[in-house]
Nanobody, 126 residues
Framework: VQLQASGGGLVQAGGSLRLSCAASGRTFSSGAMGWFRQVPGKEREFVSVIRWSGGSTLYADSVKGRFTISRGNAKNTVYLQMNSLKPEDTAVYYC????????????????????WGQGTQVTVSS
């Protein structure tokens, strides 16, 4: 299984970006896909997750109301719409996937995921 993240870039504060993550080699019908982010010298931080079955979502408090996670029609793509971006959103964003049905409240834990993408850089200038 390979996860390919894309859509990062440089944007001014208040702007928007849409990240995409496509999984190849597997269709996740019962698991979940999520996003984490990391800045140098800090631990990887949970951003959001969506469960394939039912579409339940969870967001970090820091992005709630600004970011929206969604699924593509094919069960191997997830998107992260990021609005009202702030300089503190600057990070490398990683997508991750879990094969089995998750307990949603446990999904902020990085160890709950089976696969990880390579990351895409998001830079928000002030």
């Amino acid at each position: 299984v390979q996860l390919q993240a894309s859509g990062g870039g440089l944007v001014q504060a208040g702007g928007s970006l849409r990240l995409s993550c496509a999984a190849s080699g597997r269709t996740f019908s019962s698991g979940a896909m999520g996003w984490f982010r990391q800045v140098p010298g800090k631990e990887r931080e949970f951003v959001s997750v969506i469960r394939w079955s039912g579409g339940s979502t969870l967001y970090a408090d820091s992005v709630k109301g600004r970011f929206t996670i969604s699924r593509g029609n094919a069960k191997n793509t997830v998107y992260l719409q990021m609005n009202s971006l702030k300089p503190e959103d600057t990070a490398v964003y990683y997508c991750a996937a879990r094969e089995s049905r998750p307990i949603l409240t446990a999904m902020p834990i990085a160890a709950m995921y089976d696969y990880w993408g390579q990351g895409t850089q998001v830079t928000v200038s002030s």
